[in-house]
């Protein structure tokens, strides 16, 4: 059978997507850290010190838990949770950050940058810096500094600088900006821990590569538990590192069905969004051809959701030849479905997933109920929602209010 | 196909000088005032003028060409503002242009368009930031077909190896990058720049030109020492972020062009 993927060619193409789009002062810091990555890969030593920090470190495996109420409540296909809001610092992206880190010190560079939006990836980067013992420097937003005020003071206690952004539209893509900007004059001591799978190459295919864990483990759980693959795949695509990494292991069997749900945030119609496929076309962003979501002139345009990890006007480009392909099938839900899905889960089952999350059970609860009752479907619970708590009350204020 | 730029080079050859490479953001601060402020650079001294296609994301770029950036966004200038502007400049001036700009906008409006369109108007060169040289190869063919010389960046992290390769596909002129970093004022310039240029002056016949970081006079001088041209982009551009009353910028950028470009006369 054909593994049907998109797996990138040797300058990080995916299909017509990826490349390396970026000022010549970084391309040998790329190579580097592409030839780096590839050897650390073949590196039984790196492997197995990866796998030990995952295990001993991080808490994995994280479980694949039944959600029996959830499954009543939708009357449709068995649904099963892959826990990675339990992985350590509250989401996948420790996954990444341990790889990266590790990667970092075999370099020999002693200073890590990050960009972050909700400030998750921020955490898990100067956690994983302050184990390592390297020098950290977070960029974010100076709007999400403010609106994740918590977070930030997290990152400091871990030993991080965190720089507010203030140019652009001060949100995510700015911070990823900036980051950049310190990378271009630094390079020489300093790794840039991209927290997802866009970017330059060899960003997507090394994310994809540190997070395909969360889909290895639950390919086993699954078989474990019910002696056959699942049926369907659900995650949310921000960047696309939380899908990718469930997605990537079962791309070769075409019988499991897979969907990436973005952020609808106000509705596609109202251009107050972040769903790169359906309002957004190919073009040159942040290091790579990728789907982005920008006018007519090629200006990036503000991308808008409820939840900061999904607000990204790009979106790694293994994804867009996915999604091309047809591989994978791509749809968006709003703001106000995903605030339902975040109380669905938090209710029914007792888990408060992030609300980037909260977009992948919102979707389930349109196809899963059409789904037939010995089928099985996986969700991707890609963070915890302690962080969004203050956002969903806000939220569910103003709904009070506007009755 | 004759070039603006390699005629410019082969006449600051023939008289022994070193050339003077102004940047300016198109249309800022607004799109009309963009022609009279190369009227009056180059009378002031400018050999060359790069033209900057504003973005919303220059991620190359230090804060006042950020600013700058947005400030000409905020204008409604496009890549076909840019162009528009160019033709104005055409009809009173043959000085070469240097469109300076990200991939984006470009491939919005259509690589192949872009370059017959900018061929029409009076382009001479392109300088994409964010297109090295392994993505660059289809859109430097379909530049010189136009006859537009496509401009190739050249780091001080490039090794030499690389250094060889982007110098043998190098068109035009090779701007050397003369620090880490983004664009932007520098207290002083990069203390290995001689060595760098000597490795690429090894490899290339092409006339080399130094930016970023480039603020004085002095350090004007110190490059062009070693440089066949320098650029300088956000020391100008400043002028323009400061500047209360519009008609006076054509005088305040003659004054600032002709004391950096200064020590260039005096040899």
């Known amino acids: 059978m054909k593994k049907r993927t998109c797996s990138p060619d040797r300058r990080g193409y995916f299909g017509a997507y990826g490349g390396r789009f970026v000022p010549e002062t970084l391309v040998p810091a790329l190579q580097q850290l592409q030839r780096e990555f590839t050897r650390a890969r073949g590196d039984p030593r790196f492997r197995a010190e990866l796998r030990a920090m995952l295990r001993d470190y991080a808490g994995r495996p994280t479980p694949l838990t039944f959600a029996p109420r959830l499954t009543e409540a939708f009357g449709g296909a068995r649904v099963y949770l892959k826990r990675e809001d339990l992985a350590f610092t509250g989401a996948h992206k420790i996954n990444n950050c341990l790889g990266q880190g590790l990667l970092a010190k075999r370099m020999g560079k002693r200073r890590v940058i990050a960009e972050t939006g909700a400030g998750q990836h921020g955490v898990a980067t100067a956690t994983v810096a302050a184990r390592l013992g390297l020098q950290c420097r977070v960029y974010m937003g100076e709007e999400d500094t403010r609106r994740q005020a918590l977070n930030v003071f997290r990152m400091e206690l871990l030993g991080a600088t965190v720089v507010p952004v203030t140019s652009g539209s001060r949100t995510l893509k700015d911070a990823i900006d900036e980051a950049m900007r310190d990378w271009v004059t630094n390079v020489r001591n300093t790794h840039f821990v991209l927290g997802t799978v866009a970017g330059p190459h060899p960003y997507p295919l090394m994310v994809r590569e540190f997070q395909r864990v969360i889909g290895r483990e639950t390919r086993r759980q699954v078989l474990n538990s019910e002696g056959r693959l699942p049926d369907c795949l659900i995650a949310c695509v921000g960047g696309g590192s939380n899908a990718i990494g469930l997605f990537y292991d079962f791309l070769g069997d075409p019988a499991v069905r897979m969907y990436g749900v973005e952020a609808g945030g106000l509705g596609v119609r109202s251009g107050r969004h972040a769903a790169r496929f359906s309002g957004g076309r190919p073009g040159v962003f942040q290091g790579s051809m990728s789907y982005v979501i920008q006018d007519s002139d090629g200006q990036i345009r503000t991308t808008h959701s409820i939840s900061a990890g999904l607000d990204y006007a790009g979106v790694g480009p293994e994804h867009s030849c996915l999604y091309e392909s047809g591989r994978v099938r791509y749809d968006s839900v709003t703001d106000r479905e995903a605030l339902e899905g975040f109380l669905l889960l938090s209710s029914l089952e007792g888990i408060s997933p992030a609300l980037e999350t909260a977009h992948a059970i919102a979707y389930a609860a349109r196809i899963v109920p059409r789904m037939k009752k010995n089928q099985i479907v996986v969700i991707n619970i890609s963070g915890r929602g302690d962080k969004d708590v203050e956002i969903v009350r806000s939220a569910l204020r103003r709904r009070t209010g506007a009755r | ?218 350090h004007v001088k110190e490059a062009s020492r070693i440089a066949d041209a320098v650029v300088v982009g956000s020391a100008i551009v400043k002028e323009i972020e400061r500047c209360r009353r519009p008609a006076a910028l054509p005088a305040i950028l003659g004054r600032r062009v002709r004391q950096l470009s200064a020590p260039l006369r005096s040899r």
């Open chain 2, 1 to 218: 196909m004759k070039n603006r730029i390699d005629e410019r080079f082969a006449r600051l050859a023939r008289e022994g000088r070193k050339g003077f490479i102004a940047y300016l953001t198109a249309g800022d601060p607004s799109p009309a005032a963009t022609a009279p402020l190369v009227d009056a650079i180059e009378a002031a001294g400018a050999d060359i003028v790069e033209l900057g296609v504003p973005f919303s994301d220059p991620l190359a770029d230090g804060v006042v060409n950020q600013r700058s950036a947005e400030r000409a966004l905020r204008r409604g200038v496009n890549l076909a503002t840019v162009l528009e502007i160019v033709r104005r400049i055409r009809t009173r001036s043959e000085i070469p242009i240097v469109l300076f700009t990200y991939l984006n906008p470009v491939v919005a409006y259509g690589f192949e368009r872009f370059a017959a369109h900018a061929q029409r108007a009076g382009v001479d060169g392109v300088l994409a930031l964010d297109l090295p040289l392994e993505e660059a190869g289809r859109y430097r063919r379909i530049l010189d077909a136009r006859g537009i010389r496509s401009i190739a960046l050249i780091a001080p992290t490039t090794p030499p190896e690389r250094v060889r390769r982007i110098a043998r596909h190098a068109r035009g002129f090779i701007y050397y990058v003369s620090r880490t970093g983004v664009t932007g004022e520098q207290r002083q310039i990069a203390f290995d720049l001689a060595r760098h240029v000597r490795t690429i002056r090894q490899v290339t016949t092409l006339p080399i030109a130094v930016g970023f970081g480039i603020s004085t006079p002095a």
